[in-house]
Antibody, heavy 119, light 110 residues
Framework: QVQLQESGPGLVKPSQTLSLTCTIS??????????WSWIRQPAGKGLEWIGRIYTSGTTNYNPSLKSRVTISLDTSKNQFSLKLSSVTAADTAVYYC???????????WGQGTLVTVSS | QSALTQPASVSGSPGQSITISCTGTSSDVGSYNLVSWYQQHPGKAPKLMIYEGIKRPSGVSNRFSGSKSGNTASLTISGLQAEDEADYYC??????????FGGGTKLTVL
């Protein structure tokens, strides 16, 4: 089964852009078996779906974040990435990447990475 | 796109059954059999327990089952065990290739 691992800065300043990468092992990102999603969870709160990318490069985003989010694919590195612009403290959360089944279920997940927005 | 509604907490004794509800709208839960359920232990990533409303992934105990009526999906755990104590989240397809999660339910095994 594929495994996912998030990486990126743990601290981002307000108004800057948060950038994270998810590296896939045990399978090819372009195999067509999965789509790929980002999901976040503020401390002590629930999960929020951020967006997904298809192997074609087509993306879909949460309408509440759409204006600030970009998800992209790098098939040569077997990675997909998240960029969230103009961050505020409200964007502080654990960010997860997940394999996205064709019928909108998420499995497996990465271990998650904490991103804190603070000056 | 509003979060699905789950009870904040439920509890049960070992061996009992509990049900967690997940209420959405006719734009999400009510229109699609695409609800999934996740179990999350403290400090861990969520784990898929039910997908497409009623299906169990390989390796998930058959004590976990899913159902749906109208705009409300439900997760039932029978034969409650101490290890089931965790947070549970539902998620539904919400149209236009988007997904929406519930607010989460904390299950306490008494």
């Amino acid at each position: 089964q594929v495994q996912l691992q998030e990486s990126g800065p743990g601290l981002v300043k307000p108004s800057q852009t948060l950038s994270l990468t998810c590296t896939i092992s045990g399978g090819s990102i372009s195999s067509g078996t999965y789509y790929w999603s980002w999901i976040r969870q503020p401390a002590g709160k629930g999960l929020e779906w951020i967006g997904r990318i298809y192997t074609s490069g087509t993306t879909n985003y949460n309408p509440s974040l759409k204006s600030r989010v970009t998800i992209s694919l790098d098939t040569s590195k077997n990675q997909f990435s998240l960029k969230l612009s103009s961050v505020t403290a409200a964007d502080t959360a654990v960010y997860y990447c997940a394999a996205d089944g064709y019928n909108y279920w998420f499995d497996p997940w990465g271990q998650g990475t904490l991103v804190t927005v603070s000056s | 796109q509003s979060a699905l509604t789950q009870p904040a907490s439920v509890s049960g004794s070992p061996g009992q059954s509990i049900t967690i509800s997940c209420t959405g709208t006719s734009s999400d839960v009510g229109s699609y059999n695409l609800v999934s359920w996740y179990q999350q232990h403290p400090g861990k990533a969520p784990k898929l327990m039910i997908y497409e409303g009623i299906k169990r992934p390989s390796g998930v105990s058959n004590r976990f089952s899913g159902s749906k009526s109208g705009n409300t999906a439900s997760l039932t755990i029978s034969g409650l065990q101490a290890e089931d104590e965790a947070d549970y989240y539902c998620c539904s397809y919400a149209g236009s290739s988007t997904s929406v999660f519930g607010g989460g339910t904390k299950l306490t095994v008494l």
